[in-house]
């Protein structure tokens, strides 16, 4: 037998077609990800996964524009919304083992927020 999803209740409908008519679509322009990052931290949740993923592909198009500077930025931003201290070399260990051993997939962002880290702070040595 296939598994079939969950229903959604009438309340849980009701209360997102709301939201949905009191906010309506999310427009997302050209630098949507970069803007809700810099402009509106306070509503991203730690816990939730694809808030998570919102802050790490953020930190990565910055990267990927070649914008290192605004890419540290918002790595600390994003270690700061994590909870997690800024990357030392000998800090990562530690980092992982004892701050955020959550859960698995919340620690493998944080590896890769310090691997993006590492990479623009060696990226702003070799252009300095």
């Known amino acids: 037998m296939a598994k079939t999803r969950k229903p959604q209740s009438d309340q849980e409908y009701a209360a997102q077609r709301d939201l949905f008519h009191s906010k309506g679509p999310q427009l997302n322009t050209q630098d949507w990800l970069l803007e ?27 990267y990927y524009q070649q914008d290192y500077e605004l ?6 931003k994003a270690e700061a919304i994590l909870g997690v201290e800024p990357f030392s070399e000998h800090s990562l260990d530690e ?16 590896v890769e927020l310090h691997k993006l880290e590492e990479r623009c702070l060696h990226r702003l040595k070799e252009s300095a």
């Open 95 to 110: 980092d992982i083992q004892k701050k955020v051993k959550k859960t698995a997939k919340l620690e493998r962002h944080v």
């Open 36 to 62: 809700r990052v810099l402009q509106d931290a306070d509503s991203i949740d730690p816990e939730t996964k694809t808030d998570r993923v919102v802050l790490l592909q953020a930190c990565e198009k910055a």
């Open 71 to 76: 890419c540290l930025v918002l790595v600390r």
